[in-house]
Every structure is written in structure tokens, then in C-alpha cells.
């Protein structure tokens, strides 16, 4: 028998399964890409809002540069998802010292791959250039599944290319690199020299010099000065460091794409994916939570779109990991103060991002509480009971038992019924009870 309404909230009164106005909202790529692009940053060790600055300056290149109108909508997505292969890459690094392992990917593009693996062995050297030079192709096929239009792709693979041949993963020279892909790899490359200087009056004052010192070697000359031109103006620098980049970016340039609920969907996916792809016992977690967490939506009676929205929260329910180091996510010992910190902020980093998403205000606090628990002893912030959203609890149960059904580096999956009864034990403390008997009734 289900449990009535006021059962399936946990709380007399509650309303959360009678919100029959829940739907997922018809999303932009364009605004799905900047957004999403912040958890990017967080993976890459960039400061937050640097694929966003990559993307105005490669789009006023692009414009400045006389490129046709695909070719510019093919740049705004190449710049923003640039390092979108940067996560599974990270699955391929070796142990290293944690300074070392937080900035491999953040050295770029200003460090050559020599500079990368000076004073390392060789096999850990050799293990980390593999993940450098993956990043890039790992990131093209991330991209392809994704419906953007053509030249991403090869914007992604080839934007650590350089001018003199120097680049990865091919070494291709000058005129050889798609004209994309040089966009976006200028527009890395002079983001990396701003960002390296600290504050915006120091950049303006070096930016010009600098970017003409890598003419030739890092950048397509003319692109090298076509940016000293626009490096010159103010309202180049104002419209990079204005606060309202993230909202004025989609508006820079134009596309053939539209607004649907498919492309939140297919972002969603692809971007839990990216997040799972960080370890290679977490490949394909998300998506497993997320399907089982809208069965048990579904059985306790929420409508489609509710269960709809449920199960968007479960795929991105990790997605604030991106800013917790490898080394902490995948250890099996207990935690050191600091890194429980460190992890006990992805819900809030989560949250922080979807909360960027027109429509997607209730997810973002579902995600910020799925750590919660009954019993008032999770995180974030220690709710108990009928505080805890009901939608949350359910992504918690689903992420337990997923997690429990599956292979570990410390033991193997559980069989169902195994879990069931760990699930079980859970109830009333960790996990909800009435959400419990519904993911029982439903595996």
C-alpha cells in the first residue's frame, strides 16, 4: 500500500508531492554552456569564471577577425566547454603531491609539456602527459554528444595546438590548425596572461606586449594583433571584468540552436558523465541514481514533471565534486579536518551553479541538501526531519544504494539484497523510512 501525501513528506502538512506545477524548463545551450562552464573551471583549478572570460575574448576575436556567423557560435561553445575532458583525464593522473595535482590542468597553456613534467620520474611523468594530452580528446567526444554546431568539436581538440608546432595532441603548425581552434587557443592563452597578473590595471599594462611576444610562437600573429587592437579600448576591459558577464555572454552571438527541455536533458547527462568520469568506479553513478531516484518519485506519487526535475537533481547531484580534489573523493581512509571541509562544500558549490539556471531554483536546493539526514547529523547545514525536501531524500536513498550496488576499490558491489538490508539499517537515522520502503518497493 503507498503512503498518503502527508507520509511521503515526512511531515504533517507538508505539500512537497502536491507541486503538480513542477515541469523542466526549456533551456538555451548557449546558457546551459556558460553556467555549466563554472564547474569546469572548478576541475581545471582555474579562478571561477574563467572559461567565461575565454569566451568574450575569443568572441570578440572572432568577430573582430571578419569570421563568418557559424564560425563565431562555434567559438562562444569551444571557449566556454574548452576543458570539458578536463575531469576524465583527471581519473588518469598518478598520485602526486596535492599542490602538484591541483594545478596540472590550471599551468596550462602557459606551461609547454615540458614544463609540465620537469623534476618528475619518468613513468609519472609519462602517465601525466597521457592525461594532458586525453583532456583535449576526451573533451571533443563530451562535446559531440551535445548538438552544437559544427566546429566545436575541433575547436576542443585543437585548442592546445600552437602556432609553432609546439602544441598537442597532433603538433600541428600555423595555418594547419582550424581557424576555430586558434581563436579559442588565443583566447586561452591571453585569459591565462590577464589572470596571471593579478588585477585589471596591471593586465592592461602588460596584456599588449605579451600577447606580441607570442606571436608566432603560441598565437596566429594576426590574431596576436587583432587582440592588441582591441586590448587598447576601454570597453574591452570594462565588458571582460563586468559582473554581468555570465548574463551578457549569450547575447554576443547568434545561432541556429533553441531553447527546449531536450537540450537540458542532453546537458545534464553529458555533464554527469563529465563529473563520474573523475574516478572509474564512479563511471556511470549518476545516471544509475538518477534513474532510480525517478522510480521512487514516481512510486510515491509525484507527478511527471516533478519526478522529471527529481531526476535532474540526482544526475547533478555531485556536480560541486568537480572542486574537490581527486585524492579526497576517491580515498578510502577517514578524512583529515581539511579535506572533510573541503568535501562537505560540494552540495553548496552545486547548488551555487543550478542555482544560475532560469527554472531550476528548486533543484539547486535539492541538490544543496542531499547530504542531509533525518537525524539532523548531515551537511551542509545539519537539517532533521521535514526540513529535509522530500525530493532530497530521495536522491540520498537512490545514492546510497547505487553506491552500495557497485564495485569499490576498497570492496566489491553488494548484491541486491545485501544492500537492501544496509538500506534498511539506514532508515530513521540516515535515510528517510518511507523513502526507504518506496526504493524497496521499487528495485
Known amino acids: 500500500m503507498r503512503p498518503s501525501v502527508q507520509q511521503r513528506a515526512g511531515e504533517k502538512g507538508r505539500t512537497d508531492a502536491r507541486q503538480e506545477g513542477y515541469r523542466l524548463p526549456a533551456l538555451h545551450p548557449r546558457d546551459l554552456s556558460s553556467v555549466l562552464s563554472m564547474g569546469l573551471d572548478l576541475a581545471e583549478g582555474k579562478a571561477a569564471g574563467h572559461a567565461q572570460r575565454v569566451c568574450y ?71 601525466l602527459l597521457t592525461a594532458v594530452r586525453l583532456h583535449v580528446q576526451a573533451g571533443a567526444e563530451a562535446a559531440g554528444t551535445l548538438a552544437l554546431p559544427p566546429g566545436v568539436q575541433e575547436g576542443i581538440r585543437y585548442h592546445h595546438e600552437r602556432w609553432d608546432g609546439r602544441g598537442f595532441p597532433e603538433g600541428l603548425a600555423e595555418d594547419r590548425i582550424p581557424a576555430v581552434a586558434r581563436v579559442v587557443a588565443a583566447a586561452d592563452t591571453l585569459e591565462a596572461v590577464i589572470a596571471a597578473e593579478g588585477n585589471p590595471l596591471a593586465a592592461r599594462a602588460v596584456a599588449v606586449d605579451e600577447a606580441r611576444y607570442l606571436a608566432g610562437r603560441a598565437l596566429d600573429p594576426d590574431l596576436a594583433e587583432i587582440f592588441a587592437e582591441l586590448a587598447r579600448g576601454d570597453e574591452f576591459w570594462l565588458g571582460l571584468f563586468d559582473d554581468r558577464l555570465p548574463a551578457l555572454l549569450p547575447e554576443m552571438v547568434q545561432d541556429t540552436l533553441r531553447a527546449s527541455r531536450k537540450a537540458l536533458v542532453r ?23 538518477a534513474d532510480l531516484a525517478r522510480r521512487i518519485a514516481g512510486w510515491l506519487g509525484l507527478d511527471e514533471g516533478h519526478a522529471d526535475l527529481v531526476r535532474l537533481a540526482a544526475l547533478w547531484h555531485n556536480l560541486g565534486s568537480l572542486g574537490v580534489p581527486k585524492r579526497i573523493i576517491a580515498k578510502p581512509d577517514i578524512l583529515t579536518l581539511e579535506e572533510r571541509d573541503l568535501l562537505y562544500q ?6 551555487e551553479i543550478v542555482s544560475r539556471l532560469p527554472g531550476l531554483e528548486p533543484v539547486a536546493a535539492w541538490i544543496a541538501a542531499h547530504h542531509e539526514r533525518p537525524d539532523g547529523k548531515g551537511y ?64
Open 380 to 443: 551542509p547545514e545539519m537539517l532533521e526531519g521535514g526540513q529535509v525536501p522530500l525530493e532530497s531524500r530521495i536522491v540520498a536513498a537512490a545514492d546510497v544504494y547505487e553506491a552500495l550496488t557497485a564495485d569499490r576499490p576498497y570492496r566489491p558491489a553488494m548484491p541486491r539484497d545485501q544492500a537492501l538490508l544496509v538500506v534498511e539499517g539506514l532508515a530513521g537515522a540516515q535515510l528517510d523510512p518511507v523513502v526507504v520502503e518506496a526504493l524497496k518497493a521499487v528495485v
Open 267 to 289: 546537458f545534464a547527462e553529458t555533464m554527469a558523465d563529465v563529473v563520474d568520469a573523475r574516478n572509474t568506479f564512479t563511471r556511470g553513478h549518476s545516471r544509475r541514481t
Open 346 to 351: 560540494h552540495p553548496v558549490t552545486g547548488r
Open 57 to 127: 575574448i575569443g568572441v570578440r576575436l572572432a568577430q573582430a577577425a571578419g569570421l563568418a556567423a557559424d564560425e563565431e557560435a562555434a567559438v562562444y561553445y569551444a571557449c566556454l566547454l574548452h576543458d570539458l575532458g578536463v575531469p576524465e583525464a583527471c581519473g588518469l593522473l598518478p598520485p602526486l603531491p596535492p599542490k602538484l595535482e591541483d594545478q596540472v590542468f590550471a599551468r596550462l597553456p602557459l606551461a609547454v609539456e615540458e614544463e609540465l613534467v620537469k623534476d618528475l620520474t619518468l613513468e609519472t611523468a609519462g602517465l
